[in-house]
C-alpha cells in the first residue's frame, strides 16, 4: 500500500486551517479503505487519566473504548513504546477482541520525539495481514498526525 497521497492530503487539510480532529478521521477513513484492513481506529493517550480513548473509528462497534497501559496489543504497545505488528492475535494472552474474525493486528505509535501521543490501531480478518511496508506506509501517516497533534498545543 502506498500512502503518500494521504499523507500530502492530510498535509493541505492542515494548510487550510483544519484541526487536528478532521485530520484524524481523514487518515482513519482513508486508511480503511485498504480491503485487508477491516476495522481501523486512532486512539489517543490521555495522560490525566492514564488511558488511551478511541477517538474515531470505521468497523464494527467495539467495546474498547478505553484502554489502559499493559491491556492488550494497544495497551502493550503503549507501554513499550513500540508498534505490534501480531500476526495471529489467537496467540496474544491479554488480547482485547473487538469481534470473533479478528485475525491479526497492527499497532502504529503516534509519537512526537519520545512521547507517545497516540496509535493507529488495525485489525484485519486475514492472518498476517500486515507487512513490514504496510508498517512502514502507516507509520508516514502517523508521524503526520503527530505533527498536526502538536501544532494544535502550539496554537
Ligand atoms: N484488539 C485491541 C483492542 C482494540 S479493538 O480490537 C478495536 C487490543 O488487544 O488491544
Given at each position: 500500500?502506498?500512502?503518500?497521497?494521504?499523507?500530502?492530503?492530510l498535509?493541505?487539510?492542515?494548510?487550510?486551517?483544519?484541526?487536528?480532529?478532521?485530520?484524524?478521521?481523514?487518515?482513519?477513513?482513508?486508511?480503511?479503505?485498504?480491503?485487508?484492513?477491516?476495522?481501523?481506529?486512532?486512539?489517543?493517550w490521555?495522560e490525566?487519566?492514564?488511558?488511551?480513548?478511541?477517538?474515531?473509528?470505521?468497523?464494527?462497534p467495539?467495546?474498547?473504548?478505553?484502554?489502559?497501559?499493559?491491556?492488550?496489543?494497544?495497551?502493550?504497545?503503549?507501554?513499550?513504546?513500540?508498534?505490534?505488528?501480531?500476526?495471529?492475535?489467537?496467540?496474544?494472552?491479554?488480547?482485547?477482541a473487538?469481534?470473533?474474525?479478528?485475525?491479526?493486528?497492527?499497532?502504529?505509535?503516534?509519537?512526537?520525539?519520545?512521547?507517545?501521543?497516540?496509535?493507529?490501531?488495525?485489525?484485519?480478518?486475514?492472518?498476517?495481514?500486515?507487512?513490514?511496508?504496510?508498517?512502514q506506509?502507516?507509520?508516514?501517516?502517523?508521524?503526520?498526525?503527530?505533527?498536526?497533534?502538536?501544532?494544535?498545543?502550539?496554537?
Open positions: 500500500m502506498d500512502t503518500t497521497e494521504l499523507v500530502k492530503d498535509q493541505e487539510m492542515r494548510e487550510s486551517g483544519h484541526l487536528s480532529d478532521p485530520i484524524l478521521r481523514r487518515a482513519v477513513r482513508n486508511l480503511s479503505e485498504e480491503d485487508r484492513f477491516g476495522w481501523v481506529g486512532v486512539y489517543l490521555d490525566e487519566k492514564n488511558r488511551l480513548w478511541l477517538h474515531n473509528y470505521v468497523g464494527e467495539t467495546e474498547h473504548a478505553l484502554i489502559e497501559p499493559g491491556q492488550g496489543v494497544c495497551g502493550t504497545a503503549l507501554e513499550k513504546g513500540e508498534n505490534m505488528n501480531v500476526p495471529d492475535v489467537s496467540e496474544v494472552e491479554n488480547y482485547l473487538c469481534s470473533p474474525d479478528v485475525q491479526s493486528e497492527l499497532v502504529v505509535l503516534i509519537k512526537a520525539g519520545d512521547e507517545v501521543l497516540g496509535q493507529i490501531d488495525i485489525d484485519s480478518d486475514e492472518k498476517a495481514a500486515f507487512a513490514e511496508e504496510d508498517e506506509a502507516v507509520q508516514l501517516v502517523a508521524d503526520k498526525l503527530a505533527e498536526v497533534i502538536m501544532a494544535d498545543r502550539r496554537e
